[in-house]
């Protein structure tokens, strides 16, 4: 073995704990790519906790951990951004025609199905009006309303009406710009005031008296079903 000249640095002890801690220290994770997914899903963690108002592209951007440029490589504004939250949230259109029964029970599984997604998002009623972008998924919940009524004798256009009344029976009875206007929802105040003055409200009263331990559902059920019947009654005539 040649011995040391001088001329090189000799190796320290340092290099040499270096050298064997590298077996030791936990491998760098990579961090996940940035896609336009991730976006959308931290958005929407953000918009089902506190609605679309509180999303924001400096808070989709902390929460994963990046900057606000980095967001705009993959989506143009919080529109484009709410646009994509809204396809990927409302989920594929179930297959109304793989259920069995008639088209009542097909439609009423539909709109309990968009009932529970807009449960589970509340934000999604109030983002999904006006003139706005609209995917193949939001799109292919209406193609699977309008299918499960074929065969029933309504026009083309009297299914798509139907689809189109029952959207918005959903959206009145779900949206959270209507949650608790009525008197006797929620803790308001109203129906105090209203029972403290019967002799202006005498009508509201009466009937109120009934609603205690009734479903809080905004006159979902009832609306519903009000609108099954009158299908139900126009489809009887056209047999």
Known sequence: MATSTGAGPEPGAGS???LWGLSQREPKRARPALTIERIAEAATEIADADGIAGVSMQLVAGRLDVTKMALYRHVK????????MTELAIGPAPDLLALPGDWRSRIEEWTHQMRMTWRRHPWLPDATVGVRATGPREIGWTESAVAALAGTGLTG?????AVFLLSGHLRNT?????AGTQPWEGDRGLRGHVAANPEMFPALLEAAESVDGAPAD???EFGLQRILDGLAALIARRD
């Open 77 to 84: 504004n919080k529109a484009e951004l709410l646009a994509v």
């Open 16 to 18: 040499i704990d270096l």
């Open 174 to 178: 779900h949206s959270t710009n209507n």
């Open 157 to 161: 256009a009297e299914r798509m009406d």
């Open 218 to 220: 905004s006159g979902y």
